[in-house]
């Protein structure tokens, strides 16, 4: 069984956990709402997140804020994913700087 954490922050994201929830084969799908978070950069990322996340094979990245995607790191490491899937249907979500950031963590 393939377990799926989704990070979603808005309608975007909740129309794809939607669909996986009716799609998915023999797929255990979990969610996890984003915070809006007004700082522009995120030194602490334990502050926005929970104690706990359910651990994963696949972290689905569908949040739509750079401060989201600046939380990453930490909850791949919280979760012990084995993979990582960043969505940037913007390019506002995820600009190229951090992109290349993320990639190194």
Not at 93 to 105: S, T, V
Request: contains cysteine.
């Amino acid at each position: 069984m393939v377990r799926i954490l989704v990070l979603v922050q808005g309608g975007y994201g909740q129309r794809v956990v939607d669909n996986l929830h009716k799609r998915a084969p023999n797929w255990q799908v979990n969610t996890f709402h984003v915070p809006l978070i007004q700082e522009i950069i995120v030194d602490e990322p334990e502050l926005f997140l929970p104690d706990r996340l359910p651990s994963c094979d696949l972290l689905l990245h569908l949040a739509e804020t750079p401060q989201a995607a600046q939380l990453l790191p930490a909850i791949a490491e919280l979760t012990s994913c084995k993979a990582v899937i960043a969505s940037i249907d913007n390019a506002a979500w995820i600009p190229a700087g951090l992109r290349n950031q993320l990639r190194k963590e």
